[in-house]
């Protein structure tokens, strides 16, 4: 009897303890990214960290090279300030191990050179530990015998990814990563689409094997489409390797890599009828059960991509800015490294001329807010030389109030291309920043190409959201 109890009491203590190692995890901080310099600015790990769930306990790996790069543990002021003198603990060899030991904020930061105020820097908000789930205390209803649960995996639709989303199928600046980094964290299922998005006679899409893609050998590719918008449906699971068979594409980072997973079945059907509405009570038939209102909405111009000139495109802002409705009471955020853009508000001949010596307002600290306080026609761009004539510019209409019953139709976008949305709002840190808007009214310029209308969930997702480094 006792070496009864004794075998129980062992498996119980065993249990807890495997228990308590399985729900540590170790995060990788900036995944594939790893502790560098991040394109796009503090934005890549702040998004990164968006999508993670820390408790204490919980392990941190800063992935970089000794001697090239550390990382400092600092108070919340230090970290704003990006003020290293006096860090709380120094890590100096990678890749670097952190046990997180604490619940609350903590904050990290690279103390070599402007790393720090160029976006290396990391805050995170740790829970408490939590401890195995209490017994029931009561014994659970069986489920009725006509309405088993159902033993299949829930299925959900498929999906359509815009490659790079706003940003598109290009050569970015300074980052071999850009795709990666999109890729990351999102999961890719048999039957959803990808939708690679570019300038006819730029660029093109190759489908190749993964020694091609590694070498960016392209001599012989598995398929090979030049037409935009091109759609490449998931057929088959396992890994698919893209690149551009332009010269030097793929070695300057034009590639991306994914894994696709087979498509999950689809539960049945209930066999119940569903009971029809009472007939004494109908729905009222008002304006508004056609014409909702809507909470004003949040939008961060271009993304994780920010503020930027991009390579080989444009019409970047254009594309984003398609199909989406921009209502008086919405807000735009514009997201750049401090000193290196600003934000011009400027009338329509301005903008189509790109001569800045006149501007309505200009905004130089980051990030710039701005409340559609006006319905119109809107113009931005950048004051700093060449930024607007290489495509840092976007025009937008914006109809009547969101916090009343929109009208019939909704405005028509600024641009004639059609960019996939993304179809949520990065939020951003407040600013005080309101604009005026322009006067008058004039037909914002239309882009020459057009690309297929598709709705993307996610946070530019993630993260090209931090594909591109500003050009200086």
Not at 103 to 108: A, L, N, T, V, Y
Not at 166 to 173: A, C, F
Not at 255 to 265: C, E, M, Y
Not at 350 to 371: A, M
Request: hydrophobic share 35%.
């Amino acid at each position: 009897m006792a070496r009864g109890m004794n075998m129980l009491v062992l498996m119980v203590l065993l249990g807890a303890a495997i228990q308590s190692c399985s729900a540590q995890t170790t995060h990788v901080v900036g995944d594939s990214l790893g502790w560098v310099v991040p394109p796009g600015g503090a934005i890549a790990y702040s998004t990164w960290a968006a999508n993670e769930t820390f408790v204490v306990g919980d392990t941190l790996v800063f992935n970089f090279t000794t001697g090239m790069d550390d990382v400092a543990k600092v108070t919340k002021a230090a970290y704003d300030s990006c003020n290293s003198t006096s860090p709380i603990s120094r890590w100096t060899n990678g890749p670097a191990t952190i046990t997180l030991n604490q619940s609350g904020e903590h904050f990290f930061i690279s103390t070599f050179d402007r790393r720090c105020s160029l976006g290396e820097k990391l805050a995170i908000n740790v829970s408490a530990a939590s401890g195995p789930a209490p017994a029931p205390t009561t014994t659970p209803t069986p489920p009725a015998a006509s309405a088993p649960a159902p033993t299949t995996t829930p299925t959900r639709s498929p999906v359509t990814y815009t490659v790079g989303d706003g940003v598109g199928w290009n050569v970015l600046v300074n980052t071999t990563q850009a795709y990666e980094l999109w890729a990351a964290n999102k999961t890719f299922m048999v039957g959803d689409i990808l939708v690679f998005n570019f300038v006819n006679g730029t660029q093109n899409v190759a489908e190749v094997t993964k020694s091609a893609f590694d070498s960016c050998n392209i001599t012989s590719t598995i398929s090979v489409y030049a037409v935009p918008p091109v759609r490449i449906t998931l057929t088959t699971p396992g890994e698919h390797f893209y690149t551009s068979t332009y010269p030097n594409r793929c070695s300057l980072g034009q590639k991306l890599a994914i894994t696709v997973s087979a498509a999950p079945t689809p539960t049945p059907a209930p066999s119940t009828t569903p009971t029809p509405p009472a007939a004494s009570a109908p729905a009222p038939a008002t304006a508004s059960a056609t014409t909702p209102t809507r909470s004003p909405v949040t939008y961060t111009v271009g993304e994780g991509v920010g503020w930027n000139v991009l390579v080989n495109t444009t019409q970047a802002y254009a594309l984003w800015a398609a199909n989406k409705t921009f209502m008086v009471g919405d807000t735009l955020v514009f997201n750049f490294v401090n000193g290196t853009q600003n934000v011009a508000e400027v009338t329509k001949s301005t903008y189509d001329s790109c001569n800045t010596t006149s501007t309505i307002s200009v905004y130089t600290v980051p990030p710039v807010r701005i409340i559609l306080a006006t319905p119109g026609e809107h113009f931005y761009t950048s004051t700093y030389p060449d930024r607007c004539s290489l495509g840092q510019k976007l025009a937008i209409n914006v109809t009547g109030s969101s916090a009343t019953t929109p009208s019939l139709s909704p405005a028509t976008p600024p641009s004639s291309t059609a960019m996939p949305p993304s179809t949520s709002t990065s939020p951003s840190p407040p600013s005080t920043t309101t604009t005026p808007s322009p006067a008058g009214s004039a037909t914002p310029p239309s882009p020459g190409n057009s690309a297929a209308s598709l709705s993307v969930t996610g946070l530019f997702s993630g993260m090209l959201s931090v594909a591109v480094v500003l050009l200086y």
